[in-house]
């Protein structure tokens, strides 16, 4: 029998030669370089060790947070209007202010907990991340499939996640913890009314909608402020999947809604969403039972309509996983010119964290990659250098002259496009406090209302399945919150696992809740 397993390519073959890095033809590719046939391997082995190190560098980390996910292309067309007026009188950043303007836009999709591998069919918040490449630069949307989150300060990030993660002896991820988390946790009530409901399971992602959750602001040519909200809603309408479809799809495929988005780019079906905004004026709104820099908090559409600004439409998938989906980072600090910042207490933390972790997952220069830069303004730095670095951001006319200020040439500063100064003037002492108005049960109560039967019936089975794996004490504390939240939540919470209120009516509030009047009122009922 011929050995064709060395033979290198045949005469007549007139597909590309492989090579290495280095780019010197490989003969052979089936065979280490041996003494004789059996060995042994020798070290000077270039080919085979070259091929073998970079092999063992092929992972970089994954996201500590939304490891799975899929990337697609396509573009925002912004209205020119927010609801009757033109969009100039709140916001004065360009991509918005021309009926039928294009933007080109890459989003990411993930859901949050698993890693890298793990199924999209699990109860989980799902990202909705869209990078805009605007003229101005670029701009990160980086949002939620669920309108609200779990906590109000990001110092309590890492607690949330470390719960909702595997535990780390028994690498499972254990209703015991993640309950035990929440028990102490009363402003996370909304969310879980929400992720434990049909909801938690969407059917994929072009089913779902986008949430910014916080709140930001949006700046006009006067340097007048607004807070903002955004909210993406899919023309394709919202699907969900109760826990049985959820494991049906799971026991033949993990990556279901992965393979969907792309199926249906590749159809021809392009998934389409409508991009809206909530508006408000830039001041703490005293009148409001929340706190619109709170985001466990929504705001009532009836006072604040969600008005469109936009559509975006994907239409492209990624050629390279890994450089597109993988390296991609998006940053709640990436922000144009008029969309700015609110104090809300997460967008800080976050904005820190994402680049942070981006420097370490990704590299310090991941801004240089492809799909991480901004592609349709010119970039121009004096930063250099360090692992990775490929070219020079566009210097100025001196190459000599990586710093600023010079009279020999280099950057200058840009001029500010209208004023500098901006939004209400703050102050206060320096504190450690919760935001005065938490008022944590009353919108989750408002959700539940809202549910039909069969939502709240899964809600309830829910929880109750999953706080049937919690220690009693936690079970308890769990009721005493949804009857906080609703009557009827708790009472049939409670009933699945075997405790009346009167078994926790002698619980006293949590040490680090401020009540209001009305949950106050709630709280004398309890007993
Ligand atoms: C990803 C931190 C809250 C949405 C991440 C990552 C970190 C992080 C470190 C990984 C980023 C990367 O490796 O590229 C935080 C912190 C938060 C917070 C510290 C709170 C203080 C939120 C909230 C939302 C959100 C409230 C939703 C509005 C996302 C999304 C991604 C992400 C969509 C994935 C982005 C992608 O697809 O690459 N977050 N996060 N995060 N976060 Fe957060």
Redesign the pocket.
Known sequence: MTDVSSMGSQPGDERPTLTNRQGHPVYDNQNQRTIGARGPATLENYQFLEKISHFDRERIPE????AR?TTAYGFFEAYGKLGDEPISRFTRAKLFQEAGKRTDVAV???TVIGGRDSSEAARD?R???VKFYTEDGNWDL???NLAV?F?RD?IK?PDVIHALKPDPVTFRQEPNRIFDFMSQTPECMHMLVNLFSPRGIPADYRHMQG????TYKWVNAEGVTHLVKYHWMPKQGVRSMTVADAAAVQAKELGHATKDLRDSIDRGEFPEWELLVQIMSDDEHPELDFDPLD?TKVWPENEFPALPVGRMVLNRSVQNNFAENEQ???GTGVLVDGLDFSDDK?LV??TF??SD??RY?VGPNYLQLPVNQAKNAKVRTNQRDGQMTYYVDGEGENPHVNYEPSITGGLREAQYPTRDEQGPVVSGRLTRKRIPRTNDYTQAGQRYALMEQWERDDLVLNFVTLLSQAERPIQERMVWHFLMVDDDLGLRVGEGLGIGPEDVAHLEPLATQNLSEEELGRLSNLG
Not at 63 to 66: A, E, P, Y
Not at 211 to 214: L, Q, R
């Open positions: 996201r500590v947070v939304h996910g990411r999709f993930s918040p990202g909705f991340a980086v949002g939620n989150f906590i990001a990030f949430f910014g959750v916080n985001d991609i980072s998006f997460m933390g976050r964290s994402y972790t981006q997952r």
